[in-house]
């Protein structure tokens, strides 16, 4: 059988509506043409449709809409992490181990910027690539590492909603972070807590959600050192680029009372099974950084800035988080990120012109929106800071993520094209398949068969 035949055949007994209109020569040419005109634009029809269909599922699959079910909502308290800004103790200590007691107190600043390396580094410029000074070359990370407090030396107390004082050290993970050791609160560590002591009620737990039930909660925590405490979502960490409203600074002498907002976001089961690209978010599970074991923004913001790092010094800052110590910079490679500092620090958008660092990241599925909105500031006695933070009221609202276009959706909708403009069926294309493969096949070894048994 010829192909034109299978063709004709197909178009004859085809369930596609007007193929056999178009196909049946016993019709008036003009019959045919007027069929073939009216298929035409039936399946140009059904395309379009079927594009815009996907389209939406591509580009619109998700919706946020404001829940105000207040009564049923659990609220966790946002992550808290303290990180040392400065100790002038451990970098006197330090700078007289290594130069001795004798020494030009330019080293001290020195070892300060390695200690808290940002990105910039004056002094090391000034003084140690002139020769003036021998400045450490090598185990930077080790030096920075013996400059930091230990969590007992910067934490000195906490208590939880005014009444429960709580060993803090018990509750505040060390965690690294591209700013050095940072000490951080939250309630996914919290659940740890909570597993291991197997009761809800053990003296180590701390219920970090408010409800109905609890009322707004709050922490207030007792600093001897200067420090910046950061206020981030649960999977976030402290980095660089955090927004300065997140950043708290605890001076010594001064007692600070936050009060903040959250506004949470919840997801619908079936979000998760949307991908990346339709939903715009990752959950933490979803994770690929190097520099974090579960996925965030701002871990994805430091994996790119290690990723530059490598790629224009050949070498990352010596407090990159989950980093491998050959791949630490030296002296020398302090001075690249200096040099490309621009470049390295500041976040710029897609194929914008200015220097800065690009980076792919999309937000974090379960982020929530932490505002401070009021700040007040009392003078104490003590050479100590103390920061309070109390959640104003319980949320009256939160967001929620939700499908409007799942793959049974996109299925539901190319189908009711095809079937409106066509007329077809799965089974309708399941017969191209069959007349142009199969059939095509068995008949042209059935001829063969006849030949050979004519001859």
């Not at 191209?432 to 059939?439: D, E, N, P, S, V």
Request: proline letters at 2%.
């Amino acid at each position: 059988m010829k192909a034109k035949e299978v063709i004709k055949e197909f178009a004859d007994q085809s369930t596609i509506h007007g193929l056999h209109y178009i196909s049946d020569t016993s019709r008036h040419w003009t019959e045919r043409f007027f069929w073939f005109v009216f298929c035409a634009l039936s399946w140009y029809g059904s395309y379009r449709l079927m594009m815009n269909s996907w389209e939406a599922f591509q580009t619109n699959a998700i919706s946020f809409v404001v829940e105000t079910t207040a009564l049923e909502f659990q609220t966790s308290f946002p992550a808290i992490s303290v990180c040392e800004t400065d100790n002038n103790n451990n970098v006197q200590k330090l700078a007289t181990k290594i130069y001795g007691d004798r020494r030009d107190y330019n080293l001290d600043e020195i070892v300060r910027e390695i200690a808290y390396f940002k990105g910039m580094c004056y002094y090391i410029k000034e003084f140690c690539l002139t020769g003036q000074y021998v400045c450490p070359s090598a185990n930077l990370r080790d030096i920075a590492t013996s400059m930091r407090s230990t969590c007992e030396e910067v934490l000195l107390n906490c208590t939880w909603n005014g009444v429960r004082n709580f060993n803090c050290c018990k509750h505040f993970v060390k965690t690294e972070t591209e700013l050095g050791i940072c000490y951080t609160l939250t309630m996914a560590n919290e659940s740890l807590v909570k597993i291991k002591s197997f009761s809800p009620d053990s003296d180590d737990y701390i219920n970090m959600y408010s409800n109905r039930q609890t009322g707004p909660s709050d922490l207030m925590v007792k600093l001897s050192s200067a420090s910046q405490i950061y206020i981030h979502s649960v999977v976030d960490v402290p980095y660089y680029n955090t927004i300065t409203t997140e950043i708290l600074h605890a001076v010594p002498g001064i007692y600070k009372q936050y009060k903040i907002t959250i506004k949470d976001i919840a997801n619908e089961d079936e979000v998760a099974f949307v991908s990346i690209n339709q939903r715009r978010c990752r959950f933490p599970w979803e994770n690929y950084l190097s520099v974090s074991s579960t996925y965030s923004y701002s871990s994805c913001i430091v994996h790119c800035r290690r990723e530059k790092q490598m790629e224009m010094c050949n070498c990352t800052s010596h407090l990159m988080p989950n980093s491998k110590e050959s791949e630490h910079c030296d002296i020398k490679g302090l001075m690249c990120l200096n040099q490309y500092y621009a470049e390295l620090s500041v976040l710029k958008k897609k194929n914008s012109l200015r220097l800065g660092l690009e980076c792919r990241c999309v937000p974090s599925c379960i982020e929530s929106e932490v505002d401070v909105i009021t700040v007040e500031t009392f003078t104490i006695s003590d050479n100590q800071s103390i920061i309070q933070l109390m959640l104003d009221q319980l949320p009256q609202e939160r967001l929620k993520r939700n499908v409007i276009r799942g793959r049974l959706d996109i299925l539901v909708s190319l189908g009711g094209s095809v079937a409106l403009f066509v007329g077809a069926s799965i089974l309708s294309f399941l017969e191209i398949i069959y007349y142009f493969f199969l059939r095509m096949h068995n008949v042209k070894v059935n001829n063969l068969k006849r030949t050979s048994k004519t001859k």
